[in-house]
């Protein structure tokens, strides 16, 4: 939600200063500043909302290191709205025209043209054109791996009894690089018997924008999916930083995470081949604080007959992959996932399981640079194969 200024000083004088969220702050654990904790970050912005400090660089990169992981709402004894103060702030003082944001802006908005650039990225991975990918610009080394692009129909039907119908958010990260997962989706849903519509005129959820300063680029976004989603039906995400962009920016529609709805499905009859293996899941910082349903993917994951489901220690911290972080923050978002690969490596990992693209895309990054062996999933894509999607 977006503030006004007075609002905005009105929410940060709620915040009394206890000190409670402190030791939940990933980057007050990192550099140990005050400025650079919740409760700092709350007396630097109603100080400049306020015109009593300057609106300066310093004040831009204690606001900017902030992950908006929201650990500190969820540790809030007076639930201030921490979510709201810094969107807003980011909005009226913080805005930047940034170059990477200007060359992402169309790709971030129009699925087609995020599918014109993946489809020769693809052909090139794909195909192992080695002395191409060596052509590419350094960034591009360090590219995911792209999958081949998907041409989504609008509307999906049950493929046993009739019980539901739900709306599917394809996101702009994940239709790009993990249109798998939504494959899966739909193919779990329509097994259950709900009808899967796929608007097409859906749009990315404006998190991306929003975080990077650009208010009114994330304000149109949030305004094509308000049209393009009816309200009478759930609409269901893969990605909890999406999921939680939208609860915030559609309240009148509901935002469900996809597992959390798949928990309130019936699942009687399903069948789901055993899979014995140790699977680990990492509870984004979207799906604690914001969705607030992380124990539903546990649940899923524990319908599959023999899996063993642990929660990866440390769980509590965010692991850095926090959107565009990964790329303007780019020290501390490798200091926090450099604690999740101590912990994969301690605990012998081999299949991990997380419910946001971007903690899956920033992880398998590290895994990928560490030479570590580990399968990072969705937890949909999971059970989806022990259900016979993909075989
Ligand atoms: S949102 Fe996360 S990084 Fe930002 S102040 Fe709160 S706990 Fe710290
Ligand atoms: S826990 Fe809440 S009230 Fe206490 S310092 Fe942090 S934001 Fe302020």
Redesign the pocket.
Known sequence: MTLSVKELIVEADRCVACGL?LP?????RKTGSEAD??RG?IQLMRAVAQDILPNNDRFKAHIDL????????SACPNSVN?GAI?DTTRTLYIQKKSVWMTIAKPFIRHRYLANLLAWPLWLIQHLKWNRLLRCLPPAAKHLPTIVKPMAWKPFYPATTLHKGSVSLFLGCASNTLDNQTLAASIYVLNKLGIDVHVPTRQTCCGSIARQAGDGTEATKLVARNAESFAESMPILTTASGCGAGLKDYLPQHHVQDISAFLMSCDWSGTQIAALKEQIYVQDPCTLRNVLQTPQAVYDLLKKIPDADIQALPGNSQ?CGGAGAYVITQQDMANKLRHDKLNAIKIHHVAILATSNIGCSLHIAKGLREENLDVIVMHPILIIAKQMGFGV
Do not use: A
């Open positions: 969220c939940h702050c990933p980057t007050y904790s919740p970050r902030c992950l908006s992981c929201r650990s500190c709402e921490y810094v965010c």
